[in-house]
């Protein structure tokens, strides 16, 4: 299975994901998500995340490559 890296920032924190991780569950893992009230089903709207540069929700996202993920400032 190929592995690639998201780097997180503004933490400018290198995580390693496997092909096809769902990018919410990884930032999870290293107790860095953004709120997920609706648990992930792409409904609230709540995990909005840059991923190189472009606005998208992080529970939408399958990791397919290396990618820069930033977290909305609080
Ligand atoms: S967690 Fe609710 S839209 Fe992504």
Redesign the pocket.
């Known amino acids: 299975m190929k592995q690639f890296f998201v780097t997180v920032l503004p933490q400018n924190r290198r995580l390693t994901a496997d092909e096809g991780d769902n990018l ?1 569950e990884l930032l999870r893992e290293y107790g860095t998500a ?15 995340v840059y991923v190189d540069g472009i606005r998208i ?4 996202v399958r990791i397919d490559r290396d990618m820069t993920v930033e977290l909305p400032l609080e």
């Open positions: 919410l953004p709120d997920a009230p609706c648990g992930g089903y792409g409904t609230c709207g709540k995990c909005l929700l992080a529970c939408e």
